[in-house]
C-alpha cells in the first residue's frame, strides 16, 4: 500500500510550516505550481530561521573569519585552523536551547551528540568538549530539575563517547526561566591534509547512507511541523530527538577508519532536518543535483512517509559520497562495527533535488535555491540606548568586606561548579592539563612532545543587554584573555549567538550590536571566527532571554611544561596586578548580587590595552616567569584574589596603598584587560621593569603565604572558610 | 612480556590503557577485536579497558560477558595469563563470572570524575609488588556503577585470603561500594579488576604516577619469568 502525498496546501498548513506568504509566493513562482506535501516540509526545513540564517547572515558577513592559520571558515560542519606540524583542530560550538527546555536529558545529550558530529564529520578525532549552560533564576520551580537532566545528559553522552569535558560555563538569571541555553562545544585533532568537506564531486557517484536507522524521531524538530494537518506527528513522537552514545561512538571509529582508505569525497553528517539538509548542502555546494530514493533508507518504524522521512532528525547518521570502486572496502567497515550502509541514491548533473518514494517522484526541486540561496532579510533594527555613566562615588560601599566577600564566592553565579563537573569526564584520553574550575581548559596534543590547546567559553549576558556592542567586544576579550592566562596564542573562535525574536527590531538591534561589538574585537586581538550557530526565538510569553552571544576560543601552547594554572601559587611569591586600578562598578557582579541593581554601564573594552597587556603576560608565562595566573573579571580584583588562594590552598596577604579610588571599586570594578600573577620572589623586580619597559600598567599586590587572604586592614578570612562558603552552593542547592 | 588489549566497540579508554603500556614497558600492545576466538599463546597479559561496552545497554559488562572473545580470555586466565579489567573491563569480568561480586549504580546516582586515595591492601600480588602493604595512592575513577557488592560469606573469604587489593581511603569511597572495595582478584590471583583508572596518573602530565606500579608490577612479573 502506497502512503500518500497528495495532501491539499492550504494557508494553515503553509503557516504551520513556519512560512510566510511572501516565502509561500516564492516557492510558487520558483518551481512553477503547487508543492507537495513533501516539497512543502522540504522547503520548511531549508527556510527556517535555524538552518539557513535568514535574519542574521546579513550580519554574520561582516565578522573577521581569515588569518593565516586559518584553514576552513563558517560554511563547513566546523571550522579548522593550522597549529603546525601538519595538525589542525576542528571545533565549533552549537546551541540546543529549545530541545533542552522541554527534554533536558536527551536535548542536552543530542546538542554533545551534534556537535561532536561536526567535528568527526570533518574527519578529525574529538579531543575536548565544553558547554556553556544557562538556567533560569535558582528559586524558580524548573531550574533544578533542569539542571539535574541537563548536566546528567551532557554527561551520559561524552563520558559515553568518550571525550574530555574540560570547560565550559553555569549560570543563572531569571531571564532564562523560559527558556534556558545548552550551547555545546567540541573541538577535535585531524591532519591538515586530512580534512573532509561537504561538497559532492562528480556525477553519477553513490550517494551513501551510514549510521544509525531512521524513525520518526525528531520530525520537525527544526520547524515544529503542523499540527492541522498530522497530529499524529505531534501527538505521537516528541519533537526531541533520543541520543545513542554508544552508536555514535562506533560511527566515530568506522568514519575515521574508512577516512583513511580514500573512499570518501564528500561527507555530510544529519543534524537539523535531517536527510534533507545534508543531501542537499552536498549537492549545492559541489553544484550538483542529487536524486534519493527512499525504499533504501534504513528505517526502523514501518510505513514511514516520504515526509517524515525527509524531516526525521534521527540521531547518528550520515551522508556520504563515495568513490565507487572502494564500495565493498567501505561496507566491510561498517559491518564490522555493526552499522547501516545503504546506498541510498547518487548525484546528477542536472542541479534538481528529486526524492523517489515507493517508485513515485514525491519531490523535484532546484537544490540551488533550496540551499545556498535560500531567503535572506534585512530585518529592522533600533540600537540599545547607551545607558548613564554611574560613577563608583554614587554606589555605596559594604559596611563588612568579609562579609561581602564571603556572600560573593558563595553566591549562586560565583560558587564552585565541582558539582557539575564532577558529573563529566575531564580525563580520559589522558591528555588533560587543565580541567574545568580554572581559566581555560587545556588539553595536550598526543604524539607531540610539548604542544597542547587552550579551550574557554565566556560571555557576560548582562553587559550584553546593557551595551550590546561593548558586551559583544567584551565576550571575545574575555575569551581571548583566559586563553592568554594560561600562556596560550588565541587562534580563533567560534559563536553562539543566541537571541529573542529577530522580528523586534530591538532584539535585532542586540543582535545587530553584539555581531559589531565581536567583528571589532575578533578583528583588533586577531581572533577571527571560524565556526559558529546562530539561535534566534529565545523568548516565552513575549520575554526574550538576556542577549547571549557566547564566544569559544581556542589557544596554542608551544610547550605545556610552562603553562600557567589559576591554582599553582607557591608559599612566598609575589602577586603583581597587570592592568589599570578597578574603578568600573556599573553592570557589576558587586552591583547585582550585593546591591541587587543592574544599573549602569558595562566596563568598556581597550583592545588596544587587552591587546598589550595579553601579549606581555603570555611572554612572561611561555618564558616560563610565572607561577600562577588569573583574569580578572566578573567581582574584579578581590574575587580574583580569593580563587586564586582557593585554587592554591594558600593565603595571601595583599595592598592597595599604591592604588588610587574608592576602595569598594579597587575590589570589586570589573575593568578589562586585567590580570593577577604570581611570580616567584627573585623574579618580581624583573617581571615589574618589564611592565615597565612595555608600558603595561602593573602594581605590586603583596605575597603568597599563611592561611588567610587580607587585604590591607579590610579583609582577612580564612581560604578554609572561603572555600566552604565556594563549595557549599550548589550541592545544597541541588541536594 | 607481551601484552594485549581487548576492544570491544563502545569501550573507550582502550587508547588511554594502549598508551600506558607502550610507555611502561616501552612496546605496543596488541589489540584483540570482539569477534576473536583465539589469543596468541605468547601473549602474558590481557587488560579490558574501561568504557561503556555495547552502550552498557542491559546492565555494565553484560553484553560484553557474553562476546565470544571472553570465552578465550577465560580459557588464558585458567591457564594462568594475567587479566586486568578496570572499570568497565572489571564490570566485564564480574558480568564473565570471572570475578566474584556485583557492581550496582553509584549511591549518589550519578557519573562520578575525581581523583581518591587508594590503600593497597594486598601488595603481595602480580599486579601490586611494585607498592607496599598498606600505602595509600592517589587515583582517579570514572564511572556511573562502581557500587561494589558481595554477599557476606563470600566477602569474609575473600578478606582472608587477601583477595581486596584495593580499597579506597580516608573517606573518598566515591560510590558506596561495600567495605570501601575498590579492586579485587580471583582465587588463583591471576585476574584482577578495579574501578579507579591507574591509566590516567602515569605521567608528569596527569600531575602524577602513583598509577604506574599496577603496569609495572603486572609487566615486571611477566619479565622475570620470560
Given amino acids: 500500500m502506497t502512503i500518500p502525498n497528495s495532501i491539499a496546501i492550504t494557508p494553515e498548513l503553509v503557516a504551520s510550516h513556519g512560512l510566510k506568504p511572501d516565502e509561500y509566493q516564492r516557492i510558487l513562482d520558483l518551481i512553477g505550481r503547487e508543492p507537495t506535501f513533501t516539497e512543502l516540509g522540504i522547503f520548511s526545513a531549508m527556510w527556517n530561521e535555524h538552518c539557513s540564517y535568514k535574519s542574521s547572515k546579513r550580519w554574520l558577513r561582516t565578522l573577521p573569519t581569515k588569518g593565516t592559520r586559518v584553514i576552513q571558515g563558517p560554511g563547513e560542519n566546523a571550522g579548522v585552523v593550522d597549529i603546525d606540524d601538519g595538525d589542525c583542530v576542528v571545533f565549533k560550538m552549537e546551541s540546543h536551547n529549545h530541545p533542552s527546555y522541554i527534554e533536558p536529558y536527551q536535548g542536552a545529550a543530542t546538542g554533545v551528540g551534534g556537535i561532536l558530529r561536526d567535528v568527526f564529520t570533518m574527519g578529525a578525532r574529538p579531543i575536548a568538549a565544553m558547554n556553556a549552560l544557562r538556567f533560569g533564576a535558582p528559586d524558580h520551580p524548573k531550574t533544578k530539575h533542569l539542571v539535574s537532566g541537563v548536566v546528567a545528559g551532557v554527561g551520559g553522552y561524552g563520558n559515553s563517547f568518550g571525550v574530555p569535558t574540560v570547560g565550559g560555563e553555569v549560570e543563572f538569571d531569571a531571564r532564562y526561566n523560559g527558556n534556558i541555553l545548552v550551547n555545546a562545544f567540541a573541538a577535535g585533532l585531524a591532519k591538515s591534509d586530512a580534512i573532509f568537506l561537504s561538497e559532492a564531486k562528480g556525477v553519477g557517484l553513490p550517494v551513501v547512507y551510514l549510521g544509525a536507522k531512521t524513525g520518526r524521531d525528531g520530525v520537525g524538530g527544526a520547524t515544529m511541523a503542523s499540527a492541522e494537518f498530522?497530529?499524529?506527528?505531534?501527538?505521537?513522537?516528541?519533537?526531541?530527538?533520543v541520543g545513542d552514545p554508544f552508536t555514535e561512538k562506533c560511527l566515530l571509529?568506522?568514519?575515521?577508519?574508512?577516512?583513511?582508505?580514500?573512499?570518501?569525497?564528500?561527507?555530510?553528517?544529519?543534524?537539523?532536518?535531517?536527510?534533507?539538509?545534508?543531501?542537499?548542502?552536498?549537492?549545492?555546494?559541489?553544484?550538483?543535483?542529487?536524486?534519493?530514493?527512499?525504499?533504501?533508507?534504513?528505517?526502523r518504524e514501518e510505513r514511514m512517509s516520504a515526509y517524515e522521512m525527509m524531516l526525521?532528525?534521527?540521531?547518528?547518521?550520515?551522508?556520504?559520497?563515495?568513490?565507487?570502486?572502494?564500495?565493498?572496502?567501505?561496507?566491510?567497515?561498517?559491518v564490522k562495527w555493526g552499522l547501516d550502509f545503504a546506498i541510498v541514491g547518487k548525484t546528477t548533473d542536472d542541479l534538481r533535488f528529486?526524492?523517489?518514494?515507493?517508485?513515485?517522484?514525491?519531490?523535484?526541486?532546484?537544490?540551488?535555491?533550496?540551499?545556498?540561496?535560500?531567503?535572506?532579510?534585512?530585518?529592522?533594527?533600533?540600537?540599545?540606548?547607551?545607558?548613564?555613566?554611574?560613577?563608583?562615588?554614587?554606589?555605596?560601599?559594604?559596611?563588612?568586606y568579609n562579609e561581602t566577600l564571603l556572600k560573593l564566592v558563595g553566591s549562586p553565579n560565583q560558587s564552585s561548579r565541582r558539582w557539575v563537573w564532577e558529573q563529566y569526564d575531564t580525563l580520559i584520553q589522558g591528555n588533560s592539563l587543565q580541567r574545568p574550575g580554572g581559566d581555560a581548559g587545556v588539553v595536550r596534543i598526543e604524539h607531540h612532545h610539548s604542544k597542547a590547546l587552550a579551550f574557554s567559553s565566556d560571555v557576560t549576558p548582562r553587559y550584553v543587554e546593557a551595551d550590546p556592542y561593548e558586551g559583544g567586544k567584551q565576550a571575545v576579550a574575555e575569551c581571548w584573555r583566559n586563553l592568554v592566562a594560561t600562556g596560550a596564542e588565541p587562534l580563533a573562535a567560534t559563536d553562539?549567538?543566541?537571541?529573542?525574536?529577530?522580528?523586534?527590531p530591538e532584539i535585532m538591534g542586540q543582535l545587530v550590536g553584539a555581531i559589531k561589538g565581536i567583528g571589532d574585537a575578533c578583528e583588533a586581538l586577531s581572533f577571527p571566527i571560524v565556526s559558529g550557530n546562530v539561535s534566534l526565538y529565545n523568548e516565552t510569553n513575549g520575554v526574550a532571554i538576556l542577549p547571549t552571544p557566547t564566544i569559544a576560543g581556542v589557544g596554542l601552547l608551544p610547550d605545556w611544561q610552562k603553562m600557567a594554572k589559576v591554582g599553582s601559587a607557591n608559599e612566598g611569591d609575589v602577586l603583581i596586578m597587570i592592568g589599570v586600578d578597578g574603578s568600573h562598578l556599573g553592570s557589576s557582579i558587586y552591583l547585582r548580587d550585593i546591591l541587587d541593581s543592574l544599573d549602569g554601564p558595562p566596563p568598556e573594552v581597550d583592545l588596544d590595552a587587552e591587546r598589550r597587556h595579553g601579549n606581555f603576560v603570555r611572554s612572561l608565562i611561555q618564558a616560563g616567569q610565572v607561577t600562577a595566573c588569573h583574569d580578572i573579571s566578573s567581582g574584579g580584583l578581590a574575587l580574583a584574589l580569593a580563587e586564586m588562594a582557593m585554587a592554591s590552598g594558600k593565603g595571601m596577604t595583599a595592598s592597595l596603598s599604591e592604588q588610587k579610588g574608592p576602595l569598594h571599586a579597587l575590589l570589586f570594578g570589573e575593568d578589562q584587560a586585567r590580570y593577577v600573577l604570581a611570580v616567584k620572589a627573585d623574579l618580581a623586580n624583573f617581571v615589574q621593569a618589564t611592565a615597565e619597559g612595555a608600558a603595561v600598567p602593573f602594581r605590586k599586590l603583596g605575597k603568597v603565604g599563611g592561611d588567610t587572604l587580607k587585604i590591607d586592614d579590610v579583609v582577612s578570612v580564612s581560604v578554609a572558610d572561603l572555600t566552604i562558603a565556594h563549595e557549599s552552593w550548589f550541592p545544597n542547592f541541588m541536594a | 612480556m607481551k601484552s594485549a588489549v581487548v576492544q570491544l566497540p563502545g569501550l573507550n579508554r582502550d587508547r588511554d590503557m594502549i598508551a600506558a603500556l607502550t610507555k611502561i614497558s616501552g612496546k605496543a600492545p596488541i589489540t584483540i577485536w570482539q569477534t576473536e576466538t583465539e589469543i596468541p599463546d605468547d601473549v602474558d597479559l590481557i587488560v579490558i579497558p574501561g568504557g561503556f561496552s555495547y552502550g552498557d545497554y542491559l546492565r555494565c559488562g553484560a553484553i560484553a560477558a557474553r562476546m565470544p572473545v571472553m570465552q578465550a580470555i577465560k580459557e588464558k586466565?585458567?591457564?594462568?595469563?594475567?587479566?586486568l579489567g578496570v572499570c568497565n573491563g572489571f564490570q566485564i569480568l564480574v558480568e564473565a563470572g570471572m570475578l566474584p561480586g556485583a557492581l550496582m549504580r553509584n549511591t549518589s546516582l550519578k557519573f562520578v570524575c575525581k581523583e581518591v586515595k587508594l590503600e593497597v591492601v594486598n601488595a603481595d600480588t602480580?599486579?601490586?609488588?611494585?607498592?607496599?602493604?598498606?600505602?595509600?595512592?592517589?587515583?582517579?575513577?570514572?564511572?556511573?556503577?562502581?557500587?561494589?557488592?558481595?554477599?557476606?560469606?563470600?566477602?569474609?573469604?575473600?578478606?582472608?585470603?587477601?583477595?581486596?587489593v584495593f580499597r579506597y581511603a580516608e573517606g573518598t569511597?566515591?560510590?558506596?561500594?561495600?567495605?570501601?572495595?575498590?579492586?579485587?582478584?580471583?582465587?588463583?590471583?591471576?585476574?584482577?579488576?578495579?574501578?579507579?583508572?591507574?591509566?590516567?596518573?602515569?605521567?608528569?602530565?596527569?600531575?602524577?604516577?602513583?598509577?604506574?606500579?599496577?603496569?609495572?608490577?603486572?609487566?615486571?612479573?611477566?619479565?622475570?619469568?620470560?
Fill in chain 1, 496 to 504: 553562539n549567538l543566541n537571541f529573542g525574536n529577530p522580528e523586534k
Fill in chain 1, 253 to 299: 571509529e568506522a568514519c575515521l577508519e574508512l577516512m583513511a582508505t580514500g573512499a570518501v569525497i564528500a561527507i555530510q553528517d544529519m543534524g537539523a532536518a535531517g536527510l534533507t539538509c545534508s543531501a542537499v548542502e552536498m549537492g549545492a555546494k559541489g553544484d550538483l543535483g542529487i536524486e534519493l530514493d527512499l525504499d533504501k533508507v534504513p528505517v
Fill in chain 2, 173 to 226: 569511597n566515591p560510590n558506596g561500594s561495600l567495605s570501601d572495595i575498590a579492586g579485587v582478584m580471583n582465587r588463583q590471583g591471576n585476574v584482577l579488576g578495579m574501578m579507579p583508572h591507574p591509566e590516567n596518573l602515569i605521567e608528569s602530565a596527569h600531575g602524577g604516577s602513583d598509577g604506574r606500579g599496577i603496569f609495572a608490577s603486572a609487566l615486571d612479573v611477566v619479565a622475570a619469568t620470560a
Fill in chain 1, 230 to 241: 498530522d497530529e499524529s506527528i505531534e501527538e505521537k513522537r516528541p519533537t526531541v530527538q
Fill in chain 2, 77 to 83: 586466565a585458567d591457564k594462568g595469563v594475567k587479566v
Fill in chain 1, 354 to 400: 528529486r526524492i523517489l518514494h515507493q517508485g513515485e517522484e514525491v519531490a523535484n526541486l532546484p537544490i540551488k535555491e533550496l540551499g545556498d540561496q535560500a531567503p535572506e532579510y534585512d530585518r529592522p533594527w533600533v540600537a540599545s540606548t547607551p545607558r548613564e555613566p554611574l560613577p563608583a562615588s554614587k554606589v555605596p560601599a559594604p559596611s563588612d
Fill in chain 1, 312 to 334: 526525521s532528525e534521527s540521531q547518528e547518521r550520515m551522508l556520504m559520497v563515495l568513490q565507487p570502486e572502494k564500495e565493498e572496502q567501505a561496507k566491510a567497515i561498517f
Fill in chain 2, 126 to 164: 602480580d599486579f601490586t609488588r611494585a607498592y607496599a602493604k598498606g600505602q595509600i595512592i592517589r587515583c582517579p575513577v570514572a564511572h556511573h556503577d562502581g557500587n561494589y557488592f558481595v554477599d557476606p560469606e563470600t566477602l569474609a573469604g575473600m578478606e582472608d585470603r587477601g583477595e581486596v
